[in-house]
């Protein structure tokens, strides 16, 4: 068993290729916080916690990321097993309440260390691969309609054979016709999804779908608020295209009550909000328990947050709707050295130690924003 010994912790932003206009905020630079764990025999391991429009859903920021990584959470896992998530998130939780994303960028660095230790994969940690390779999503934004075609088409003809369109305009009807052009541009061949990002209330969530539903959309993602429950459950009864739940779905809590209310018939999951791969996997296991199938949610991870969601959509049966980790053709550079390989539309899932891939240290001081702090076990 070896024990986390030190610790570096960095901010970047990175510019992304355009802004990326949803209806909860616009991103124009990405800024993520990177954290790097060493174990005794100096093998280290990367996490990070991205932030697309500059905080998270449950009002983490990257400064607030920094704060309780350093004065909270490495303190108290420094000295601790790596190879012990359980015991990780256990030692984390007695040492502050909540901070999901923070928690999420140790534990992932823990799996990407202890498969580096153990000579495997992460998704053998995480149960063994049921699949090699995950269909990409492409995100298009809140833009003008010809404009979101345009882009659609271009993304298509670079191999996506997923696209997702953001909506939440002021008049619900432009979001009507937004999915009808788009569909008629890209062909039946496309799958298209639709993400309203809690943008409406239930009567309007219901009065757009009734206008797309003959457009063979996948679903329809997070149609009300986060909070509202009782709205999501009467959108999923009513609705004929099968309803997503995203931002109301950030924990195993949630994951539960929308169980319970029967609030959605798909679930997405991500890498880092639930807080960490460990919940992820869990949250996977109950979505395959309950019958609801499941995508990996992306937040313009760099190469480290994506190689983590790639391998746990690998080792997740009941994530069969893809991913949208496509942060390396969104952020205007990234940390890797090479790029995730994509073939037919898809990522191929990295088969090398650990997260798999490698990373370019220089990249990680030529977009550092802040000192790097480094954090040693005192014995």
Same mark, same amino acid.
């Given at each position: 068993?070896?024990?986390?010994?030190?610790?570096?912790?960095?901010?970047?932003?990175?510019?992304?290729?355009?802004?990326?206009?949803?209806?909860?905020?616009?991103?124009?630079?990405? =800024?993520?916080?990177?954290?790097? /764990?060493? +174990?005794?025999? %100096?093998?280290?391991?990367?996490? @990070?916690?991205?932030? *697309? !429009?500059?905080?998270?859903?449950?009002?983490?920021?990257?400064?607030?990321?920094?704060?309780?990584?350093?004065?909270?959470?490495?303190?108290?896992?420094?000295?601790?097993?790596?190879?012990?998530?359980?015991?990780?998130?256990?030692?984390?939780?007695?040492?502050?309440?909540?901070?999901?994303?923070?928690?999420?960028?140790?534990?992932?660095?823990?799996?990407?260390?202890?498969?580096?230790?153990?000579?495997?994969?992460?998704?053998?940690?995480?149960?063994?691969?049921?699949?090699?390779?995950?269909?990409?999503?492409?995100?298009?934004?809140?833009?003008?309609?010809?404009?979101?075609?345009?882009?659609?088409?271009?993304?298509? =003809?670079?191999?996506?054979?997923? /696209?997702? +369109?953001?909506? %939440?305009?002021?008049?619900?009807? @432009?979001?009507?016709? *937004? !999915?009808?052009?788009?569909?008629?541009?890209?062909?039946?061949?496309?799958?298209?999804?639709?993400?309203?990002?809690?943008?409406?209330?239930?009567?309007?969530?219901?009065?757009?779908?009734?206008?797309?539903?003959?457009?063979?959309?996948?679903?329809?993602?997070?149609?009300?608020?986060?909070?509202?429950?009782?709205?999501?459950?009467?959108?999923?009864?009513?609705?004929?295209?099968?309803?997503?739940?995203?931002?109301?779905?950030?924990?195993?809590?949630?994951?539960?009550?929308?169980?319970?209310?029967?609030?959605?018939?798909?679930?997405?999951?991500?890498?880092?909000?639930?807080?960490?791969?460990?919940?992820?996997?869990?949250?996977?296991?109950?979505?395959?328990?309950?019958?609801?199938?499941?995508?990996?949610?992306?937040?313009?991870?760099?190469?480290?947050?994506?190689?983590?969601?790639?391998?746990?959509?690998?080792?997740?049966?009941?994530?069969?709707?893809?991913?949208?980790?496509?942060?390396?053709?969104?952020?205007?550079?990234?940390?890797?050295?090479?790029?995730?390989?994509?073939?037919?539309?898809?990522?191929?899932?990295?088969?090398?130690?650990?997260?798999?891939?490698?990373?370019?240290?220089?990249?990680?001081?030529?977009?550092?924003?802040?000192?790097?702090?480094?954090?040693?076990?005192?014995?």
């Amino acid at each position: 068993m070896l024990k986390i010994v030190e610790a570096e912790v960095y901010s970047t932003k990175i510019a992304v290729e355009r802004p990326h206009e949803m209806a909860i905020g616009t991103t124009h630079h990405q =800024e993520n916080v990177i954290l790097k /764990l060493y +174990v005794e025999d %100096g093998t280290f391991g990367f996490g @990070e916690a991205p932030h *697309m !429009v500059g905080h998270s859903q449950l009002g983490e920021t990257p400064q607030t990321v920094r704060v309780i990584l350093r004065d909270k959470i490495l303190p108290a896992i420094l000295g601790c097993n790596v190879e012990g998530p359980e015991h990780l998130m256990k030692v984390m939780d007695q040492a502050v309440p909540g901070n999901p994303r923070a928690k999420g960028a140790v534990i992932m660095a823990a799996y990407d260390l202890t498969g580096k230790v153990l000579g495997v994969p992460v998704h053998a940690l995480l149960g063994g691969q049921v699949r090699d390779r995950i269909p990409l999503s492409w995100s298009l934004p809140i833009v003008k309609i010809d404009t979101a075609v345009e882009e659609g088409l271009r993304m298509v =003809e670079r191999g996506f054979r997923i /696209l997702k +369109v953001k909506v %939440g305009r002021p008049d619900p009807a @432009e979001d009507v016709e *937004m !999915v009808t052009a788009l569909r008629q541009a890209v062909g039946s061949e496309i799958s298209l999804r639709v993400d309203a990002n809690q943008a409406y209330d239930t009567k309007t969530a219901l009065s757009v779908i009734r206008g797309i539903e003959s457009l063979n959309i996948d679903y329809f993602e997070q149609p009300v608020h986060l909070q509202d429950l009782e709205g999501m459950s009467e959108v999923t009864y009513y609705s004929s295209i099968p309803i997503m739940a995203d931002e109301s779905a950030k924990s195993l809590t949630d994951m539960t009550r929308i169980v319970k209310f029967r609030a959605a018939d798909y679930v997405s999951i991500y890498v880092i909000g639930t807080g960490g791969l460990l919940n992820s996997k869990k949250m996977a296991i109950l979505a395959e328990t309950y019958l609801m199938r499941a995508y990996v949610g992306g937040a313009l991870e760099s190469i480290i947050g994506a190689s983590a969601g790639l391998h746990l959509a690998a080792s997740s049966s009941a994530i069969d709707l893809g991913c949208e980790m496509y942060g390396q053709y969104m952020l205007k550079d990234d940390f890797g050295l090479q790029p995730l390989v994509m073939e037919e539309g898809a990522l191929i899932v990295p088969t090398a130690p650990g997260l798999g891939f490698e990373l370019d240290e220089s990249k990680l001081e030529k977009y550092r924003q802040d000192s790097m702090e480094r954090f040693t076990w005192e014995q």
